[in-house]
C-alpha cells in the first residue's frame, strides 16, 4: 500500500468532455512525434473515423535523451496541427517543456497542453511553464516524473492550478525502476491509486504507451487502466508504426488502435466507492507482492545455477538427499508455522526444488567436467 502524506486542495472543474462521457474511457491518440504533414494529416484521417477519439496528440519538441537524434519538427508542425482541427474536428495536444512552446502551442490554438516527464521533476521549470499559462483558458495535462514521487506530482498539479489552470488532468506514464521489469515504465499503480484518493475530482488519463515500451502488451495495460477506473487512455498511433522515428517499438496504427479499443471490456462500476476502492488497494498490494515473489524465485534460481555449475567443477552430484530432506523439514516447519497448509507446502516446494534440479542438469550436460 502506497500512503504519501500531503493534503492538498485544488480547485479543478470537469473538463466538458468528461461530464459529458458515459462509461468508455477519454481517448487521446496520435504519434510519438509530428515528422511530417503527410504522416500527422493522414494518421489524423484515420483515427477521425473512430467516434471513440477525442483528442488529437503529437509531439512537436521531443525531450530526446541524447543529442543528435530526432528533437521533433518544431514550430511548423502546430500548422499541421491546426489543418488537423480544421479538417478533422479533433482537439490537439502537444507536449510543452518551455515558455515559449507555451506561447507558439497557444498561438496555434493547441486545446490542450500537456508536461511531460522529464519536465515534471524540475519545480523551477514547472513554475515558469504555469506562469506562461496564466490568464489562458487552456486545458493542461501533467505527466507524472520519471521517478516514483508523487509529492513532486502534486506538486507540478498544484503549481499549474494555482496559475488558474482548472480544467487539468493527470496522465500517469510509468515510473523508471531499477531491478528488472518487462515494463518500460513501471506502472507501479499504488501512485495513480493514492492520487485518486488525494484529489478524486482530478480525472487521470493512463498512457499505455510509455508504460509498456512495446505494443504487445497495450491492450493488458489498456484493460487494467479501465479496470482500476482510470478515466481515460493516451496512446500512440503512427500510420507506419515500424517506420516511426520515436518510439517505434511501442506504437501502433490507427486499425490495431481500433481493434484494442473494441476488445476493451467495460465494467460496471458495482459497489460504494468506499468499497471500491478499498479492493482496489488491496489488489494492487497483491499484484505488486506477486512481482516481488517472481523476483525472489528469479533470485533463488540465479543462485542455484551458480551452486550448479559450483558442484560440476568440484564433480559432485546434483541430487543430494541429505540437504533436501533437511530443506523439506525445515520449510515446513516455516511454512506451517506462517499458517499455511501441508499440501500446499509440499506442492510448492517439490516445484520448486524440481525447477532446481532441472536448471542444474542442464548446467551439468551444457559443460563437461573440468580436468
Ligand atoms: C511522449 O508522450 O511522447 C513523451 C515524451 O512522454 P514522456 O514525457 O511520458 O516520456
Ligand atoms: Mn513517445
Redesign the pocket.
Known sequence: MYLCNVSTNMDIALPRDFRDRENFPFIIAGP?SAESEGQVLRTARQLADNPVVKVYRA?IWKPRTRPGTFEGVGEKGLLWLEKVKAETGLKTTVEVARTDHVEKALKHGVDILWLGARTVVNPFVVQELAEAMKGVSVQVMVKNPIIPDLKLWIGALERVNAAGIKQLFAIHRGFHYFEKSPFRNAPMWEIPIELKRLVPRLPIIVDP??ICGRRDMLQEISQKAIDLEMDGLML?VHENPAAAL??AAQQISPDELKAMLDKLVLRQRTGSPDFESRLEVLRTEIDKLDGELLQILAKRLEIIDEIGDYKRKNNITILQMKRWAGIIADRFSIGTNLGLREDFLKKLLNLIHKESIQRQTKIFNKNQPEE
Do not use: I
Open positions: 510519438c509531439g504507451s510509455h500512440e520515436t518510439d
